[in-house]
């Protein structure tokens, strides 16, 4: 029994033994592998990311799907009835004010300008003879003609005096009639096509016998939004700094530059926007009335300054940048004047050292020191 306790003992004492020695052996490696801790320096700055804003003349194209109309067309309807005489023209053929279009039989109408003339003859001689005796009775008096005879001079003065007038309307009215059977351009244009023969009857209510198209100059209507008519009108003058420019549907571009002339007085109200009326040479009439073509407007921005428009935000009250002013930062409220691919055309309302903050500053600390890298 007393064995068996000792050697008890001896394990609880071996036992502790051990675990001094690796206490030991611990403490030992430790200190033989501890290093120097250097203290961290503490750095209270932020740097973000800038980039100057630098004004700049920009160059904007903006596309509208416009078409073609004539600025002007008319349809030529005889005003007298007749057989055609003469048709100096061909379908398609370009023709100037004043050409010879068609004529139609003239003697039957001439003949009438020849009866016109001779009763006016006859009525000019009845009224000069009534006026002469009515002036003979008027100087007479009643001692030498009776008052019914006074009475019937001045009637039959009245007569011829009305007859004259008469024949004199008729006389005008065939004159008028007379220079119908010469059908003239009355504009330079293109001749639409017609089915019409020499020995045709026309009149009146036949309806148009052709018609011309004016295609030089021709007119392109496009529109624009109302608000990109704002946008444009610059100073109160729509597309000002501006060239209005063509691409025909085979890609091509035109060769002449447009000339603004008027906008409608209205914007339409089913698409908010307002029509354009632009005028083109068009000597080759590459340019057919209804036809579709790109219009392609090219404005400058003097002095403008291009903003991605992920850096623009737009608020109830107008949109804003976010910039670096002498170190600080600050929101700076911005004119879009046009879109340019991903950009924002802006008007230059800024210092000369203002940078454009490029980076999200929503969660900065109020009391952080903030150092700026221009980014170009």
């Known amino acids: 029994m007393e064995n068996k306790n000792e050697r008890n003992i001896y394990i609880f004492l071996l036992l502790v033994l051990c675990l001094i020695s690796l206490g030991m052996g611990y403490y ?14 503490v750095n209270d700055s932020i740097t973000l ?12 194209t903006n596309n509208y ?28 053929q370009n023709v100037k004010e004043g050409d010879l279009l068609i004529v139609i039989e003239p003697e039957e109408y001439k003949a009438r300008v020849d009866a016109a003339d001779a009763a006016v003859l006859q009525a000019q001689a009845s009224f000069e003879y009534n006026q002469n ?24 003065f009245l007569q ?34 017609f089915t019409l023969s020499t020995g045709d009857y026309v009149a009146p209510n036949s309806g148009a016998l052709l018609s011309i198209v004016q295609t030089d100059p021709i007119r392109v209507v496009f529109s624009l939004t109302d608000t990109e008519y704002l946008n444009m ?14 691409r025909l549907p085979n890609g091509r571009q035109y060769e002449y530059a447009g000339e603004f002339k008027y906008t409608n007085n209205e914007l339409n109200k089913s698409t908010n926007s307002l029509a354009v009326y632009a005028y083109f040479k068009n000597q080759k009439n590459e340019l057919l009335p209804n036809a579709y073509v790109t219009v392609e407007v090219n404005k400058t921005f003097k002095d403008s300054v291009l903003i991605e428009k992920s850096f623009v935000k737009m608020l109830a009250d107008g949109n804003y940048i976010t910039l670096a002013r002498n170190n600080q930062i600050m ?46």
């Open 49 to 60: 990311d800038v980039t100057p804003i630098v004004p700049q003349v920009v160059a904007v």
């Open 65 to 92: 799907v416009g078409y073609v109309e004539a600025i002007n067309q008319v349809q030529i309807i005889p005003y007298i009835s007749g057989y055609l005489k003469e048709i100096a023209i061909t379908p398609g």
């Open 28 to 41: 030992i490696y430790k200190k033989e592998h501890i290093k120097e801790i250097k203290p961290v320096p």
């Open 133 to 156: 005796y009515y002036e003979r009775v008027q100087k007479s008096g009643k001692r030498a003609f009776s008052e019914i005879e006074i009475d019937n001079a001045k009637n039959n």
């Open 160 to 193: 011829a005096q009305a007859n004259l007038k008469n024949t004199q309307a008729n006389k005008m009215l065939a004159d008028v009639n007379y220079s119908y059977t010469i059908i003239k351009a009355p504009i330079s244009g293109l001749v639409g096509n």
């Open 331 to 376: 929101q700076q409220k911005v004119n879009i004047l046009s879109d340019k691919g991903n950009q924002y055309v802006l008007e230059n309302t800024f210092e000369p050292n203002d940078l454009l903050l490029l980076e999200d500053t929503g969660n900065l600390p109020s009391n952080a020191k903030l150092d700026f890298k221009i980014v170009k």
């Open 233 to 246: 009108k610059d100073g109160g003058s729509l597309f000002k700094d501006s060239v209005i420019k063509l």
